[in-house]
């Protein structure tokens, strides 16, 4: 198993509609864990934080499931300037951090 | 305005030839970190610095070299770049370790001749 896997996409997905993504990971001694935004070409942003106790910030939710080891994204009422590659990010613990390969999502008008 | 900065944005090179990439950041971050990405392998880390003085190897370390002379700069050295060094290069920062948010710079789009 990779050590964090993400569905490379693309997601072409409604301008309005919730969009999902899943992200999981190898390690279930796992520490912490992100997701970063990325537009092309440009450097990586913090979306989220992901907590045990799930994570909600307007539009957009993470979740954590250890026993499952995955993360998750989900983006309600999404708009055209959601279109970007979304990356799963991992402390493995002893500061080995793995991002993933990304997600991308395009929002068609 | 808080940031991490890069130099060069773009540099066109030759087998052999050293260079250095120059990272440097303002938020008095002591954890930072070299990342390189490219198509189809994502970001992977090269090296790593927890403190002034202290680096250490990331994930695909091997022929780069890094200092952390002063808490603020974290250089990344080439000394004989090779075409498969031809990647986008990232410098990010954090407040104190890989657990907390890291801050990236813009890249460095670096091709190896």
């Given at each position: 198993?990779?050590?964090?896997?993400?569905?490379?996409?693309?997601?072409?997905?409604?301008?309005?509609?919730t969009v999902a993504f899943n992200c999981t990971y190898s390690n279930s001694a796992s520490q912490s864990f992100f997701?970063?935004?990325?537009?092309?070409?440009?450097?990586?942003?913090?979306?989220?934080?992901?907590?045990?106790?799930?994570?909600?910030?307007?539009?957009?939710?993470?979740?954590?499931?250890?026993?499952?080891?995955?993360?998750?994204?989900?983006?309600?009422?999404?708009?055209?300037?959601?279109?970007?590659?979304?990356?799963?990010?991992?402390?493995?613990?002893?500061?080995?951090?793995?991002?993933?390969?990304?997600?991308?999502?395009?929002?068609?008008? | 305005?808080?940031?991490?900065?890069?130099?060069?944005?773009?540099?066109?090179?030759?087998?052999?030839?050293?260079?250095?990439?120059?990272?440097?950041?303002?938020?008095?971050?002591?954890?930072?970190?070299?990342?390189?990405?490219?198509?189809?392998?994502?970001?992977?880390?090269?090296?790593?610095?927890?403190?002034?003085?202290?680096?250490?190897?990331?994930?695909?370390?091997?022929?780069?070299?890094?200092?952390?002379?002063?808490?603020?700069?974290?250089?990344?050295?080439?000394?004989?770049?090779?075409?498969?060094?031809?990647s986008l290069y990232f410098c990010a920062s954090s407040l104190s370790s890989s657990y907390n948010e890291q801050f990236?710079?813009?890249?460095?789009?670096?091709?190896?001749?």
């Open positions: 198993r990779k050590e964090v896997e993400q569905d490379p996409g693309p997601f072409n997905v409604p301008e309005g509609a997701w970063y935004r990325q537009d092309c070409r440009k450097e990586p942003k913090l979306l989220m934080s992901v907590y045990s106790s799930g994570n909600e910030d307007g539009r957009f939710t993470a979740q954590l499931n250890r026993a499952s080891q995955y993360i998750s994204l989900l983006i309600r009422d999404s708009k055209l300037s959601d279109s970007a590659t979304y990356l799963c990010v991992v402390n493995m613990g002893d500061d080995k951090i793995i991002f993933g390969k990304g997600t991308r999502l395009h929002i068609l008008p | 305005e808080a940031q991490v900065t890069q130099n060069p944005r773009y540099l066109i090179t030759v087998t052999g030839k050293k260079l250095t990439v120059t990272c440097s950041q303002n938020m008095n971050h002591e954890y930072m970190s070299w990342y390189r990405q490219d198509p189809g392998l994502g970001l992977r880390q090269i090296y790593y610095s927890m403190n002034v003085e202290v680096t250490d190897k990331g994930d695909v370390p091997e022929g780069y070299k890094v200092s952390r002379k002063e808490k603020r700069n974290f250089p990344l050295i080439l000394e004989s770049p090779s075409p498969n060094q031809t990236f710079g813009p890249g460095t789009r670096l091709t190896v001749l």
